[in-house]
């Protein structure tokens, strides 16, 4: 069964996900695999963390706002970034997304690297404190349980001047009517 989850793909929470870690959520699959399961980060929580604050040295190649984003319940003691680079080229530091992304040229930071090695490659980089997880299985069962839609990204939703407003923007570019979903109210009970 094919159901779309795949690297680069994104995972925006329907209305129905009332779990406060992923209420209105879009998640970018960054590691998937049928046996080991997927992991992803959370694109729309910025926290009120500048990232001079915990990482200083990355500080000057953050993509606004430079704070910090929240990617996820896991691990909210790590952190992770995620950077576009032009070309073809894979500089040392950055990792690719693994598949045929339409993310663009989007990949991992090995934020233990200097930021010197990379930043002329940097286009945009943001930071991310945790990531979110799925087992085997797991996240094909919360699709088919109506809490995901799993729709195509772009390189402008990872690193979006807007983040809050991204659940909305996502889901209004969609075809059909699915691109209604994004008018649903916050509160249904006051509509």
Known sequence: MDDGIAVGRLLVATPSLEDPNFRRTVVLVVEHDDAEGTLGVVLNRPTEVPVDRVLPPWAELVTGPGVVFQGGPVALDSALALARVPGEDEPLGWRAL????????????DLDAPPGLIAAEVIQLRVFAGYAGWGAGQLRSEIEEGAW????GEAGDVFAADPERLWQAVLRRQPGDLAFVATFPDDPSLN
């Open 98 to 109: 693994d598949g045929d992304t339409e993310v663009g040229r989007v990949g991992l930071v």
């Open 149 to 152: 839609y799993v729709v195509n």
